[in-house]
């Protein structure tokens, strides 16, 4: 038995509606993409960080932007309990180690600090510009601290100079 073309699954009544509703979808995406909030309050991507960090250009090429959060954490013993206060966030800058000088050379650090923090293997970050009066403090990398977004299909791993400060 022969069949007609009007027979067949696909009509072009049907191809109209599937493509009508591929467009529709494209057009839905980019208007919810043409939305996305970029200011300062929604912080999503590195680049707004890397924006946000304090003297952005030494930074990025010295180290590495950071978001730093500054927390009390109260601890009473009888009975036990532990207490966080609201922490405070702002952009900041980790310095790799043999960028120091940087800091030494503008007068912000003194030698003992520098020693110091050298002995313990650690490095510095700030916040502030360098140009006003920055908070400077020696920081340790946290070596038992996973990045659990590596392990995800798909994801690349971090290129070797950016892994160790």
């Not at 120091?100 to 510095?124: H, P, Y």
């Not at 020696?138 to 100079?161: D, M, R, W």
Request: contains cysteine.
């Amino acid at each position: 038995m022969k069949r007609k073309p009007s027979d067949s699954g696909f009509n072009y009544t049907s191809l109209a509606l599937f493509g009508g509703t591929f467009v529709l979808g494209v057009g839905i995406g980019i208007a919810f993409s043409s939305t996305a909030n970029l200011s300062p309050e929604n912080v999503a991507s590195r680049e707004v960080i890397d924006r946000s960090a304090p003297n952005p250009e030494l930074c990025i090429q010295y180290g590495a932007s950071a978001v730093v959060m500054d927390a009390r954490i109260f601890m009473t013993l009888n009975p036990f309990n532990v207490y966080v206060a609201q922490p405070s966030m702002r952009p900041g800058c980790v310095l790799r180690t043999n960028n120091w000088a940087i800091l030494e050379q503008r007068g912000l650090l003194k030698s003992e600090e520098v020693r110091d923090c050298k002995n313990r293997m650690n490095t510095f970050g700030f916040t502030g510009t360098l140009e006003g009066s920055p908070q400077i403090s020696c920081i340790y990398q946290n070596e038992a601290a996973k990045n659990f977004f590596l392990n995800q299909p798909g994801a690349a791993a971090p290129a070797p100079e950016t892994d160790r400060f």
